[in-house]
């Protein structure tokens, strides 16, 4: 099976950690990147669960080897 990879962007908002949490929690899902333009916000999170991370979400749409499967 083909997992959907995902890129979220922006973690302003608290919901967007509960998207994370249920996103990776479900086999057929790969979070494949992280962006936000906050990078305390988020960076550490993302090394924490080994997914790259980008200060800003046009460098995360422009790297094609994040969304490949």
Known sequence: M??????????AHSHA???LDILSDMPQVEV???S???P???????????????????????DRRSMRS
């Open 17 to 19: 950690y509960d998207y």
């Open 40 to 62: 305390q916000r988020s960076e550490l999170l993302a090394a924490s669960r080994s997914i790259p991370y980008f200060s800003d979400y046009r460098e995360l749409l422009a």
């Open 2 to 11: 083909t997992k959907l990879r995902i890129g979220m962007i922006s973690f």
């Open 32 to 34: 494949a990147a992280i």
């Open 36 to 38: 936000d333009d906050v």
